[in-house]
Structures are given as C-alpha cells and as structure tokens.
C-alpha cells in the first residue's frame, strides 16, 4: 500500500492490491477538511511542545504548500497522500512526525464530519429556498380552489395554496430534523487515535476548537468505531427523501390527461423521440427515481453497519461515498423543484366534471343538520342516497332538487322537511365551501393567507440559522489560518 507504511510490518506491494482497496477517487472532497486537520494538530503540537517549533514551522509550510489532491497509482487514501507530500517536501525527519499521536481512524471521521456540517447547512439552505418557491406559489393560488383527494379519489375542494403551505410544513420537520442533527455531526474525534488515544500529552479540546467544533467526542473508541451521526444524517435525508418523492408524484398525477388540473413548464417536460404528441414529466420522473436511490443508500449503510464489530474496520470506508451520493441526491433534486414549483399552471375546470362536483357533498349533509336539525349520520345517509341515484342516471350535482333531497331525508330520518333550493345551491359551490372552511388549518383563503404569514416568519429563522452555521465554519477556517500562519512564523 502506500510506501510510508511498507517496509515496516508489511513487505510487498501489489498496485492491484492497493488499487481495490483504495478510497483515493472518492477522497477529493476530504481533501481539504484534512490538510485542515493537519494544520490544526501540528499547531497544538507546537503550542504542547511536543515537536519542535522549527518542525511544526516546517511542517505547516510544507501543508500550506500542498493546494490539491493530484492522485497517483498506488495511493491509499488522501490521508496517506498529504503525510507523503509533506515528506517530500521537508524530509524523512520532519514529514516522519506529522503523524505523531494521530491515526487515520480519528482523521477520517474528523474529516466526514467537516464536510457533512457543510454539506447538511446547503441542503437544509436549498430546502428553505424550496419552501420559499411553494409559498411565492401558494401566494398566486390562494382562490385557485382545487380537488383534494383521498384515496387518489376526489374528496373536498381546498386550494392550491392550501395544498402547497401542507408541503412548506411536511418540509419544514425535515429541516428541523436535519437542525437537529447539526450538534451530533459537529463533535470532534480528534485525539483519540487509532482507538485508545495517546501518551503524548496532546491537547483534543485545543484542536476541536481550532477546527469549529462545538466539542469533543470524548471516548475515543467510540470517537472512531461511530458513524451514527453519518446514519443520523442519512435517515433524515431519507425521510425528506420520501416526503419529495409524494410531492412529486402529486405533480406527476395531476398533471396527467386523466387528472387535467395542471400544467408542466415545457423546459421540465420532455417529448417522445416517436410519439409527436407526447409531454412526459422527465424532470419528476428523475426526482422520484434518485429519492428512491436515497432510500437505499440507506438502507446500504445501514446494513453495512449492523453487527459490525466495533472501533475501525475498512467497511466504513466503503460508505462515505454513499454519504455524499445522497446528499448530492438530495440536494440536485431539490433546486431543480424549486425552480419548476412557480412554473406550474393551472388548467382544466374541475369542479364541472361530474365526480368532481359531488366533491362539496359533506357540506350539504353539515347544512342539513345545522339549519334543519337533521341527525349527521341520517343526512349524510339521505345525502349519500340521492348521489348514488344520481350517480346511476349520469345526472350531476346540478341536478339535486330540494324535492330529491326531501323525499331522501323523509327515508332516512322520517323527517319531513321544506329545503330551499338557496340552501343547497349554496351547499355545493366549492368555492364556498373552501371559504366556510376558516377554522385553524383549514382551506380558506384569509387562513391560508394567516398560515403564509407564519411559514415566512419560520423561514427567516431557518435562514438565519444557515447563516450563523456557515458563519461559524468559515470563521474557524479563517482563526485557524491565522494561527497557522502566527505558528510558521514564530
Ligand atoms: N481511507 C480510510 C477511510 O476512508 C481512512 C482510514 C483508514 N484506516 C485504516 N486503519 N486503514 O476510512
């Protein structure tokens, strides 16, 4: 494997060998939290008098030099190649003690977790800017009254925007379980070494802090053995990874012939190399597909976890590039939907088709009990029977008579009523029906309009925490410069 590590327990190298095992093309994007990490041990080095201030000099310029992974064959990891261009670049005797009271074990999971609390600040950054995308959406829609479903069959009208504020909430746990998440991922292992730490009299707290984390992970067996925080991420991504692909198979379904209530941008929609007539939804098909990838790269790391014996074992290698596949994932599928959501329009008149004009039925069983005290369960009975005869001969809604509906409820409840016709026709227009439903969450325009106001207060504070996360990284990156460069030139 790498040269620095033959010659000692290990004799012979076979480049095969080394090329299987290797992490090296998935390394890149640890290629800088690691010479990072260096840095920041070398200082603390210096600061305990462990190494010589002329060495740690040395040894920071040499990591200062080194601007990007440039792999070559025979690598092992990323770790390995910042260790040989440091001895490259001082010698065997300065580069031979950068690796002084630190392993790869408590590097790598360092180096995860420097990238993840990036990685997981943009995604939960793209997701508020989502969110934002279906409130600026809901804000045009707030009349647009639409089918609700259940069962994929019309149930009660609602509205548009009543719909989309559902999704900025459904996203918006998903945000606050990724926040959550945040202070697991951010501890620093560090120090803990191979498994067991070190008798040099290092400083972990000192190179948590220079390195922004909010702490440390103390054990150092399971400073090295635990990528909870990894799975922790994962299942979260997942279970937002769930909730897009059901917002995405609404748009997939309405937007069908069948369905008719919306209408695809055509820069997200695709046609048929044969059939001329075809707009397929591309675009959602492939966001739904990558959520489902999502779901089993959890699963994969998942299952790579289980009865894994603890403390470091190659295997977890194997899963950090799941990580950042899902979280690329994640992340694509979530930018392109908040640029598609304002592109949406709606077509088709619904409420005149037949089924869909039944959809108000439940407010005029409510109407029979409230103003003609007729039992619930008797109205919505009579209500029911009248639909179904209705139903049999092709009549639509307009064709419930206060007479039909008369002799419906004298069958059900034995009671003998004068309906007014003002009273059903009221009853069945779905655009009243939405306004009657004002009580808290429900589907009318001035609750809607009051739910708007409170998702945007809500996504300020998730946008001042992205801010204050990417504050507090890049601050530490800049305080660790800076005390690199005081170190190399004491
Ligand atoms: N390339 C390894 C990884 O990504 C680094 C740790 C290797 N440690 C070891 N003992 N072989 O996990």
């Given at each position: 494997?790498?040269?620095l590590l033959?010659?000692g327990r ?24 690691v010479?990072?990490i260096n840095q920041a041990h070398v200082v603390m080095l210096m600061e305990q008098e462990i190494i010589a201030?002329?060495e740690g000099?040395?040894l ?19 770790h390995m190649?910042v260790e040989?261009?440091v ?8 580069g031979g003690n950068l690796h002084i009271a630190k392993s790869r074990n408590d590097q790598v999971s360092t180096a ?75 501890q620093c292992p560090m120090g803990a070494c191979a498994l067991a730490t070190t008798s040099f009299p290092i400083s972990r707290e000192r190179v948590a802090e220079l390195l922004?984390f909010?702490g440390l992970l103390e054990n150092s067996v399971d400073a090295v053995g635990s ?83 603890s403390t470091y ?178």
């Amino acid at each position: 494997l790498s040269d620095l590590l033959r010659g000692g327990r290990l004799a012979a190298t076979r480049k095969d060998v080394t090329a299987f095992t290797s992490s090296i093309a998935h390394d890149g994007v640890l290629f800088r939290p690691v010479v990072k990490i260096n840095q920041a041990h070398v200082v603390m080095l210096m600061e305990q008098e462990i190494i010589a201030q002329e060495e740690g000099r040395r040894l920071l310029q040499a990591l200062q030099g080194i601007r990007r992974l440039a792999a070559r064959p025979g690598l092992e990891d990323v770790h390995m190649y910042v260790e040989e261009e440091v001895v490259k670049a001082t010698n065997d005797r300065v580069g031979g003690n950068l690796h002084i009271a630190k392993s790869r074990n408590d590097q790598v999971s360092t180096a995860i977790r420097m990238k993840l609390r990036r990685d997981l600040t943009r995604l939960v950054a793209t997701i508020t800017t989502l969110q934002d995308a279906l409130l600026d959406t809901a804000g045009h829609h707030l009349n647009t009254v639409f089918p609700g479903y259940t069962h994929l069959r019309p149930a009660q009208p609602i509205t548009l925007a009543h719909y989309l504020v559902a999704c900025v909430d459904v996203l918006e746990r998903d945000v606050q379980r990724m926040k959550e998440a945040y202070p697991r991922v951010n501890q620093c292992p560090m120090g803990a070494c191979a498994l067991a730490t070190t008798s040099f009299p290092i400083s972990r707290e000192r190179v948590a802090e220079l390195l922004g984390f909010d702490g440390l992970l103390e054990n150092s067996v399971d400073a090295v053995g635990s990528r909870d925080f990894l799975l922790e991420v994962l299942a979260a991504v997942t279970i937002f990874a769930t909730d897009v692909s059901r917002m995405v198979a609404d748009l997939i379904v309405w937007s069908s012939l069948e369905f008719g209530l919306l209408e695809l941008p055509d820069a997200f929609s695709a046609t048929s190399s044969i059939m001329p007539q075809k707009k397929n939804p591309d675009v959602l098909e492939v966001v739904r597909a990558r959520m489902s990838r999502i779901q089993g790269r959890f699963a994969s790391v998942a299952t790579s976890l289980t009865s894994l014996p603890s403390t470091y074992n190659m295997d977890l290698q194997e899963i950090t590039p799941t990580l950042w596949a899902a979280l690329h994932e994640a992340e694509a599928s979530t930018k392109i939907l908040a640029e598609l959501y304002p592109e949406l329009r709606v077509s088709g008149r619904p409420f005149e088709k037949a089924g869909y004009a039944f959809t108000t039925a439940t407010e005029l069983a409510n109407i029979l009990t409230r103003k003609y005290g007729v039992p619930f369960r008797a109205a919505h009975k009579a209500v029911g029977a009248v639909i179904k005869a209705l139903v049999e001969h092709d009549g639509t809604s307009r064709d419930i008579s206060t007479g039909l509906l008369e002799a419906a409820v004298k069958e059900n409840a034995d009671l003998a009523l004068q309906i007014q016709q003002q009273d059903i026709e009221d009853a069945l227009n779905p655009t009243r029906f939405v306004d009657a439903h004002h009580v808290r969450g429900g589907p009318a325009p001035r609750e809607v309009t009051r739910m708007l106001k409170t998702r945007r207060r809500r996504l300020r504070s998730s946008r001042q925490w992205v801010d204050r996360k990417s504050a507090d990284q890049s601050d530490a990156e800049e305080r660790l410069d800076r005390e690199s460069t005081a170190h190399e030139a004491v």
